[in-house]
């Protein structure tokens, strides 16, 4: 497995934005990079079937990348206006010499039978395609052999024009220097990183299940003990005597030991509700023993498909 923290996952499913970001990625769906004039470099698709923002998007991918839950791949540097931080810039020539943006591209172009090499324009002087030195009308005796810039104000040549970068939404004029500048940045899962996030149990998708059943549903309910410890259950639905269920979304990677169930058991005896485990993680042998031996109501799945399968058949035996 990788090195992902196990609270960092179960934290992280816990906050109901970032929890359908990470159902989105474990469910395999692109994430693609798209830029429009609006919202500049960012991810359509995961916006769409998630909700969230473009700005949302880029910094959430970005946040989950170093975490190591997703991998970067650098795309290119995006220039971005530094007065009003678009990044729908267009970019200006100019002549190197004067400034002026009056300029065209000519042709170096050779005459291939006389050798005579000189700008397209030279070529067309006499209007019909004639060569300056031999006389001779061209057609496809003729091969360019380099290309060069002319400035319309002075007259002058030039193999690269400069250049400026302007700001098509406020219109500033600025330069590379004084430009600010970010990646763009596409992101791939790994098939490691995929299987981890697969063992994620994601609550509102129980939640769903349970609605579909027919249970009303709370989320994040504090219930206080016998012993005066409050205790947190993902969600909690009432049977039709109105005896309560609690849900407890186990959201660990390593394998569950004697020392959880004898938690889940202090847990059991101490508030006033029936208790559902559902966890993705291995039970070990004894840990299972003594499941029975408390007489624990544990869902145990093999992955987040798997886990709300099983809770909606349990579910349906509940009312």
């Known amino acids: 497995m990788v090195s992902i923290g196990e609270d960092v996952l179960a934290s992280l ?11 989105y990625i474990a469910e395999g769906k692109p994430l693609s990079v798209h830029y429009d004039l609006e919202n500049g470099y960012h991810y359509p698709q995961i916006e769409s079937e998630t909700g ?3 700005k949302e998007s880029v910094r959430i991918l970005s946040d989950l990348a170093s975490l190591k839950i997703l991998s970067e791949k650098m795309l290119f540097l995006s220039v971005i206006c530094p007065r009003c931080h678009s990044t729908n810039i267009a970019i200006v020539y100019r002549c190197p010499r004067c ?9 170096l172009m050779e005459h291939i039978p006389c050798g005579y090499i000189g700008f397209k324009s030279s070529f067309e002087e006499k209007g019909l395609g004639v060569c300056p030195r031999c006389g001779k009308t061209i057609s496809d005796d003729v091969r360019i052999v380099g290309v060069w810039f002319v400035c319309l104000s002075c007259s002058s040549r030039f193999p690269e024009p400069g250049h400026n970068l302007f700001c098509r939404v406020c219109g500033d004029f600025f330069t590379v220097k004084d430009s600010s500048m970010e990646f763009v940045v596409e992101y791939n899962v ?7 996030l697969r063992k994620l149990i994601f609550p509102s998708r129980i939640k769903a299940i349970l609605e579909e059943v027919g249970f009303k549903v709370e989320e994040n309910v504090a219930l206080k003990g016998k012993s005066g410890v409050v205790h947190t259950f993902d969600l909690v639905v009432k049977k039709s005597n109105g005896r309560g269920v609690a849900f407890l979304i ?10 959880k169930v004898i938690e889940w058991y202090t847990i059991s ?9 559902v966890t993705t993680a291995y039970i070990s042998e004894e840990a299972r023993r003594l499941v029975k031996f408390y007489g624990l109501s544990v869902v145990e799945a093999e992955n987040y498909m798997d886990a709300e399968a099983k809770v909606k058949k349990l579910a349906e035996t509940l009312k």
């Open 269 to 277: 005896i101490d508030v006033d509700v029936d208790i559902i485990y």
């Open 250 to 259: 186990e959201n660990i990677l390593k394998p569950i030991t004697e020392a």
């Open 99 to 107: 400034g002026s943006i009056a300029i065209r591209k000519d042709l």
């Open 13 to 23: 499913v816990r906050d109901k934005t970032l929890e359908k970001v990470l159902f």
């Open 52 to 54: 969230i923002l473009p």
């Open 190 to 196: 790994s098939e490691e990183v995929l299987s981890t």
